[in-house]
Structure formats: structure tokens, C-alpha cells
């Protein structure tokens, strides 16, 4: 018979990391769910270095329990970067599935010039897509589709077509073409995003130029496994705080996006055991405010724009302010200017000349528990400089108060989860929100938020409002699971997690959208 | 005519919270005019007595909308039907309401059309219904409807009047996959003067000017909302914070109220709008400040950026402004057409200047 404790030691354990703007975060979460090992390390310009960085000081912090680890979570930033800098972006034929309608405004329109010109290898409407009730505007016309190809140089080809979300079979018709055709990976916008026609093709052409950058990240992290030769699986977090296989992240780049701040609310609801609250992650330059509600992050109702571009797909509903514990202080107000990873040179609580939030908040007495002698390097200060000092504290509370008000929507019984490397500039007591919960490792919830993450499947679509529609929705779900399935969930675990159905005003037959996302703990 | 940010901020608020979101109509705006050239702004005066104005607007239900787009073809069916019937072609196309989307896609029809934009609008506003026009109001006969849809169909309506036109041509809409191009009346510009609400595609464009905040020597106005008040010559209701809003669908329209409680100034005050697609009442304390035909619009008190009705959530700093609708909505016929009671408000119409003069 097995001896317990043995077998306790062969438990197996995992990793999160998350790659932040300023800190790459790594932790090791053992199955008893406790933290293990944590590091925060600079994030690099070429981010790959950070990752590795991070991920050693964990390893060196296991030593031999290393080889317990089964699975790695990485939240990262290469996809938004690339976006935002128009970096390593692919060239993308683009297409649209609706002649002859939607010819009033064609693909791409409203984009950056710069933005367009890095990623569109072409742009056509040909016939196809769907009216608002199922049937076809025009079966899809493939000869049109060959002619386009065959004209452009991609990489990659987007497809979207009218009214998708409720019938995808026209996009997967063009799939199947261009994948045995052309060879070529192919995006589709049922897959990515919701209702809106213009939001989710520019969503699905984001995706389709983001495919080589999932392509460097997937192998960068599969390279550095192989490397210090850990036999784990890889993960990617994305915007729902939820995981994907690198399968699935190499087909649905774009959904890494917001994962950052997705993964920092599911690591507050862990680390301080609350489902419920607003969740407040204060950085180096900037203050992230979000909201869990059964222990996910709130999503966004408002279409949102990334590098310059309005796309619909779900992201977490975030508040940021311009307020972090770098936020240069002057005699006029703070920020929105911070001196941002050279604080530890450039803060007066590190010796250096000049004032920040940091300074502000330790001169206000608030002090982090690893802030020994911050105090005292602060030196004698004029009065002007206490005054000073002492009104940056006053406008970043009225700040983050203010943020605090507008995401509760009201309810002002929710617990606060602070977090983050400059949680403790955050006052004891913030109207507009229940108590304010320190958890312990609040610095690194990115990273325990990617540790921990869930995967999940979604679907979004029109149903019959009629005498199918619990048949109709029924159906969704399973999809919703199937899908959840795909990205890596344990079959046998899988959960609906969320389920909203809204009624739709003057069509011919009564119809209802549905969403529906279903999520379960990663299959073994 | 090229300012289209300036036009679609314009028309957002003249949109009164309604008239769908002015995006897509932008974005078909600016492509045209890139494709077929300047879009010329013409008055009334302008044009000879038999000169055909053809007033166009979208119609259909929002979330298909903004899925279903127009095709680019639409405008040129509608006008090869209006040269059928009449044995001439249109010279200027109309928008029928300058509020929301439809006060900014006309520049795009206009310019697939080679046709001048006529300075003017059969609301002033934006409105729920087909019948809700200045037309109608002004005692034109409701005779003749042309719709098209993407597919390229074309229906022509006679109706026997206004109302029969609403119901014939929202059953269009519905069979066309809800989501068509319209043009309520065809007239001439003798038969326009005095029934169109003119210059108000100039005004669209100043209020979007105001709201962006650059003067002529393209400083910026320190005080946007201040701007717009004045170019607008609006009453301030109350400048606050969204409390609350509920929304329901009955009837093929979105109804509900949204709740404003005073800060700085106006604490202690509270001001609730009921909204129909549009703003149309606004009350403090059982005491009416504001209600259709005068137009209500909820402004972020920052930017001074109209918010739709949809776009209202809990926690956005808004200022609510209110001014004169135009003098043809306030004539028994108008009020009958669209005034408080024909939105189902048991309430006698008072002028806001009335209603906020001893406020």
C-alpha cells in the first residue's frame, strides 16, 4: 500500500506566469492550492527574456519539486504589443461574405492608415451571408472567392459574413475552400466575435495578422519547457480569465487580449476567497478597476477598441486611471506622467529626487509590508514637500474613490480586493465599497489568476423565440460545452457558467439572442 | 460638406438620445465622398419650383443594422423609381431626420447619387415613427412610399395616409429582412417650402463643432458643454450622475427610465427621463421640466458628447439639456402628431422655456 505523505509529495503542481507591461510574474500553485514559489521580474523588450527570467527564479525556488510541475499558464502581452506597435503583424486577405449587401461600407473602413497598410493584403465583398431569419442573401460565390486569392499575397485569410453568428456555414464553406486550396490559416468571425457586423470583421482581422506572433509565443514557452526540461503543458490565458490549449490560442490569437487584467480579478477572488467585489490592481503607471461577480470578471457592454480599431469580442469590464505607485507628484496635482520601472532608482523612499505616489502614500504612513526603512530614506523633508506630499495622497484617494463609484454601479456593500505592486497606497477605507481585503501575495494575482484558470467555450447567436426555443437553447449549451471541450476542459466537469437571452424587436418571427459560456477545470 | 465628425456629433445630439448610432452612417459618409467627390449643401432657395427633393432614411430594427448594412446600390433604385414615376430625376436628397444615423448616411446617398444635400430635414430631431415628419404635419399628402432593400427589390406604396404609410412600410421592412432604404414623400421644393425644417444640416455641423470645442482659429474652447448650451440656446436641467436606468422591450421599442442625481450645484436634486428610443419627459418631483416635441439630450458633462439612450449606464457624469423644438411641432397638428399624447404621456404640452424660465 502506497504511504499518504509519498504520494502527497507526487501531487502535482503548476505554474502561472503573466507578462505585464512593467513585471513578468511567475508562480507555483501546489494541488493543496497554495502559493509555493513567487518572483516578479522586469519584463523585457524582447518579453521572451522576462518570461525566462521569471520562470528560473520559480524553478530555482522548487528545486527538485520541479519535476512535479504538469502544466504551465502564460497571460501575456505579445499580442497587444504587436497591435499596438504594428510589429510582426501578418498580411491578411480580407474577406466579406454579404453582396450585394454592406457594400456601403467596405472592410477596413475607419482603420489607421499605418495600421491597414501593415496587415491588409486585399479587401472583397463577394455574395453570400444570411438575413436576420436564416435564409441566404446569395449562396456563397466561389468562383469570385478563387479570383480574389488569386490576386493577393497572404498569410492568412479573414472571413466574415453576414449575420454569422446565428449561421456560420457559409464562413466554414470558405474555410474548407482556402484550406485545401490555398493552404492558408483561415479566421473566422463566428468564432471571435458577436452581433455587429463592421466590430467583428475588424476583430477577425486582428486575429488572422496576429497568427505568426501566437505562432513565436507558443514556441518561445514550448522552447523554454524543453530547455529546463519540464515535462509540463502549456496554456495560454485569455480575456475571460479562462485557458486555452496552444492549439486553440494559435487559431484565436486575438482572444489573448485582456488577459492581463482578466486574470488579475480571478486571482483576487482566489487569493482572497470573496466571489463577489471590486477588485482594484494598482500598478507602476497606471490603476486597473474591475468587478467579479461569481468569482468572474464583469464583461464589457460597450464595444472596445484596440490599436485605433472598435472590435466586439468580450472583454472584462476595466476601468483604468492614470494613477500608479510611480505617478510623478507635483505642486499642481499628480501625474499622469510616472517614472514607471525606474522608480526603484527614482523614488525618494529609494533615495532618489523625485516624488511619487509611492513617496506620498509612505509619507502618509501607509507602508508595504516589505518597506522597512522606506520612511526613514525619505529623510527630513521641507514643509513644502510634506504638503505637497500630503495633497498627491488626498487627489489619489479622490481618484481612485471616484473609479470605486462608477464601477459599483451603486452597490456599495462589496468587498474590495486590492491588489497588485502598489496596493498599499490604497487608503482603509473607500466609500462606495464594503471593507478592503489585503490577501496575501496580492502582489503577484496575475500570475496566481493564470495559475488557476478554468477552460471555457462560448457561443453567441439569434434562436426562435417560439415553441423551440428551450430545444434551440438547449442546443447552444452543448455547443458552449463542446466548445469548452476544444480548449481543453475536462469533459466530465464542464459547467454552464453564464446564460443571458435577450429579445429581439421587429423581425418577422419572434427571436431571441442568446449567449451562453460554459467552463470546466483543465482534463488531466 | 466634408466635416463628418462634426456632422455625426451634431447629429448625435440632435438625436435626443434615439435615431441609432452614427458610426456606420460616418463611416459610409466618408467613403462616398472618397469615391464619388464632394457632396455640395444647398438651400431651398436654391432650387427651382419643380426641382424633386427626395427624402431618404434607413429604417429597421437597430441589432440588425448594425449587421445588416446597406448595400451602395439602394439610393440609385430609389432614384430610377422616382424618375419612372415622375418622368424626371430627383435634384437633392433630404434627410428625413437629422437626428442620429439618418442625419449623416444621407451625405453618403447623396454623393452615390451625384445629388446636392438639401439643408434641411422633415424632423429636426429624430423620431420614432414613419409619420412623424414635417410633411405630414405640414398637411402633404402621405401618397407615395418607395422602399428598397439589399437585394435589390422595390416597393412602391400608396398609401391613403400617414398612419397607413408607418404600417404598410414597417411590413416591408419586416419582409425584407428588416432592413431597408426608405423615401417617405417625394416633393417638389415649392411643395417643401414651409414643410421642410430648414438649415438644419448647418446647425448639425455647428453643434458638432461646438461640442468638439474649436473656435475658427482652431483653439479650444475651455468649456465644451458651456459651447454647446449656448449654440444651442439650452435650458440646463441638471448636471449629475447616472443613478439608475431600466430598460424593457414592449412593442417593438425600447422603453424605460434613467435617473440623474444632482452633484456640485444641483445636489439634493434628482431628475428622471423616460425614455422611448428617445428622451421624451423629463420630471423632478412630479413637476414636468422637459417633454417631446421640445427636444431632451443627455450630454457627458466632460466632452459635452451626446449619449444614446442604450449608451446610458450607471455612474457617467451627464449634464441633461433641453431647448424649443422647431415652432410646425408645436401647431396643433404637430402635437397631435407627436406631441406628449401620441407617446402615451397623459400630460398637456408646455414649451420648456415655459417649464424652466422660474426654475
Redesign the interface.
Known amino acids: 500500500m502506497a504511504d499518504l505523505p509519498e504520494l502527497a509529495e507526487l501531487a502535482e503542481l503548476g505554474i502561472g506566469i503573466d507578462v505585464g507591461g512593467t513585471n513578468t510574474d511567475a508562480v507555483v500553485l501546489g494541488s493543496d492550492g497554495r502559493v509555493m514559489a513567487k518572483a516578479k521580474r522586469p519584463t523585457t523588450p524582447e518579453v521572451t527574456e522576462g518570461l525566462r527570467a521569471a520562470l528560473d527564479a520559480v524553478l530555482a525556488e522548487l528545486g527538485d519539486a520541479r519535476h512535479r510541475v504538469t502544466r504551465v499558464m502564460l497571460g501575456t502581452t505579445h499580442a497587444t504589443n504587436a497591435i499596438l506597435e504594428r510589429r510582426n503583424l501578418g498580411r491578411v486577405a480580407v474577406l466579406r461574405l454579404?453582396?450585394?449587401?454592406?457594400?456601403?461600407?467596405?472592410p477596413l473602413?475607419?482603420w489607421p492608415g499605418d495600421l491597414r497598410k501593415a496587415v491588409s493584403a486585399g479587401e472583397a465583398i463577394v455574395p453570400g451571408g444570411h438575413?436576420?431569419?436564416g435564409?441566404a442573401?446569395r449562396p456563397p460565390d466561389l468562383g469570385a472567392i478563387r479570383r480574389f486569392l488569386d490576386g493577393v499575397e497572404a498569410e492568412a485569410v479573414a472571413v466574415t459574413s453576414?449575420?454569422s453568428p446565428a449561421s456560420g456555414e457559409h464562413e466554414r464553406l470558405v474555410e474548407e475552400l482556402v484550406r485545401a486550396e490555398y493552404g492558408l490559416p483561415v479566421s473566422l468571425s463566428h468564432e471571435i466575435g458577436s452581433?455587429?457586423?463592421?466590430e467583428r470583421e475588424n476583430a477577425t482581422v486582428l486575429n488572422a495578422a496576429l497568427y505568426g506572433v501566437a505562432a513565436h509565443v507558443t514556441g518561445a514557452l514550448v522552447a523554454a519547457l524543453a530547455e529546463r526540461d519540464l515535462r509540463a503543458r502549456p496554456y495560454l490565458a485569455q480575456n475571460d480569465g479562462t485557458l486555452m490549449t496552444l492549439e486553440h490560442a494559435a487559431r484565436l490569437p486575438v482572444s489573448t487580449i485582456g488577459s492581463g487584467p482578466a486574470n488579475s480579478l480571478r486571482g483576487a477572488a482566489y487569493l482572497s476567497g470573496v466571489a463577489d467585489a471590486i477588485v482594484v490592481d494598482v500598478g507602476g503607471t497606471s490603476t486597473d478597476l474591475g468587478v467579479l461577480a461569481g468569482g468572474f470578471p464583469r464583461e464589457s457592454?460597450?464595444a472596445v477598441e484596440i490599436g485605433g480599431v472598435?472590435t466586439n469580442f468580450r472583454m472584462p469590464d476595466i476601468l483604468a486611471i492614470a494613477l500608479g505607485g510611480g505617478t510623478v507628484v507635483r505642486d499642481r496635482g499628480i501625474g499622469p506622467d510616472s517614472v514607471g520601472y525606474r522608480i526603484v532608482q527614482e523614488a525618494l523612499v529609494f533615495g532618489g529626487s523625485t516624488p511619487t505616489i509611492t513617496d506620498a502614500a509612505v509619507a502618509a504612513g501607509r507602508i508595504p509590508a516589505d518597506g522597512e526603512g522606506w520612511r526613514a530614506r525619505m529623510g527630513d523633508m521641507s514643509e513644502g514637500i510634506r504638503d505637497t506630499l500630503e495633497r498627491a495622497v488626498a487627489v489619489a484617494d479622490e481618484m481612485v474613490i471616484d473609479a470605486v463609484?462608477?464601477?459599483?454601479?451603486?452597490k456599495s456593500d462589496r468587498p474590495l480586493v486590492a491588489v497588485g505592486g502598489g496596493a498599499f497606497v490604497l487608503p482603509e477605507r473607500i466609500p462606495g465599497a464594503g471593507r478592503v481585503i489585503r490577501p496575501e501575495h496580492a502582489e503577484v494575482a496575475n500570475a496566481v489568476g493564470a495559475a488557476i484558470a478554468l477552460a471555457s467555450g462560448r457561443v453567441d447567436t439569434i434562436l426562435p423565440a417560439g415553441d423551440s426555443r428551450s430545444e434551440a437553447i438547449e442546443r447552444a449549451k452543448e455547443e458552449a460545452a463542446a466548445r469548452a471541450v476544444a480548449a481543453g476542459a475536462d469533459p466530465s466537469a464542464v459547467e454552464i457558467v453564464d446564460l443571458l437571452e435577450v429579445?429581439?424587436?421587429?423581425?418577422?418571427e419572434p427571436a431571441v439572442?442568446v449567449h451562453v459560456k460554459a467552463a470546466g477545470p483543465l482534463a488531466r | 460638406m466634408s466635416d463628418i465628425p462634426a456632422l455625426a456629433r451634431g447629429c448625435a445630439v440632435l438625436g435626443t438620445g434615439g435615431g441609432g448610432d452614427v458610426?456606420?452612417g460616418s463611416?459610409?459618409a466618408?467613403?462616398?465622398i472618397r469615391e464619388y467627390g464632394e457632396v455640395p449643401l444647398v438651400r431651398l432657395a436654391d432650387l427651382a419650383d419643380d426641382a424633386l427633393i427626395v427624402p431618404l432614411s434607413g429604417i429597421?430594427?437597430p441589432?440588425?443594422s448594425?449587421?445588416?448594412?446597406?448595400?451602395?446600390?439602394?439610393p440609385k433604385r430609389i432614384a430610377e423609381e422616382i424618375e419612372r414615376l415622375f418622368g424626371r430625376p430627383p435634384s437633392a436628397v433630404m434627410s428625413s431626420e437629422i437626428g442620429g444615423s439618418n442625419g449623416v448616411a444621407p451625405v453618403?446617398w447623396a454623393a452615390?447619387l451625384g445629388l446636392p444635400l438639401l439643408d434641411a430635414d422633415g424632423m429636426g430631431r429624430a423620431f420614432p415613427e414613419v409619420q412623424m415628419v414635417s410633411m405630414y404635419v405640414a398637411g402633404l399628402p402621405a401618397d407615395l412610399v418607395i422602399m428598397t432593400d439589399?437585394?435589390?427589390n422595390v416597393v412602391t406604396i400608396r398609401p391613403v395616409d400617414g398612419l397607413w404609410s408607418e404600417r404598410l412600410a414597417r411590413a416591408v421592412?419586416?419582409?425584407a429582412?428588416?432592413s431597408a432604404l426608405m423615401a417617405d414623400y417625394v416633393i417638389t421644393a415649392a411643395q417643401a417650402r414651409g414643410a421642410v425644417i430648414e438649415g438644419t444640416v448647418t446647425r448639425a455641423l455647428e453643434i458638432g463643432r461646438a461640442t468638439e470645442g474649436t473656435s475658427p482659429t482652431g483653439a479650444r474652447a475651455a468649456d465644451p458643454l458651456r459651447a454647446l448650451q449656448d449654440r444651442l440656446g439650452a435650458a440646463r436641467l441638471i448636471t449629475g450622475k447616472l443613478?439608475?436606468v431600466e430598460r424593457r422591450?414592449t412593442g417593438?421599442?425600447?422603453r424605460g427610465t434613467a435617473t440623474i442625481e444632482g452633484t456640485g450645484d444641483d445636489r439634493s436634486r434628482t431628475v428622471t427621463l423616460e425614455l422611448q428610443n428617445e428622451n421624451l419627459v423629463a420630471v423632478e418631483d412630479g413637476r414636468v421640466l422637459a417633454m417631446v416635441p421640445d427636444l431632451i439630450t443627455v450630454v457627458d458633462t466632460e466632452t459635452a458628447a451626446a449619449i444614446q439612450t442604450e449608451?446610458l449606464?450607471?455612474?457617467q457624469r451627464v449634464t441633461v439639456l433641453a431647448w424649443p423644438c422647431d415652432p410646425l411641432w408645436r401647431t396643433p397638428k404637430g402635437l397631435e402628431t407627436a406631441g406628449p399624447r401620441a407617446f402615451g404621456y397623459e400630460l398637456d404640452y408646455v414649451p420648456v422655456e415655459e417649464l424652466t424660465a422660474h426654475g
Open positions: 454579404g453582396a450585394p449587401a454592406t457594400t456601403s461600407v467596405p473602413s475607419g438575413y436576420v431569419d435564409r442573401i453576414v449575420f452581433l455587429g457586423l463592421l457592454a460597450a472598435l463609484d462608477r464601477m459599483a454601479l451603486g429579445p429581439l424587436s421587429y423581425l418577422s439572442r | 458610426r456606420t463611416l459610409a466618408a467613403r462616398a429597421g430594427a441589432t440588425v448594425h449587421e445588416m448594412i446597406h448595400s451602395e446600390d439602394e453618403a452615390q439589399v437585394a435589390g421592412c419586416v419582409a429582412g428588416s443613478t439608475d422591450t417593438g421599442f425600447v449608451g449606464r450607471y455612474g
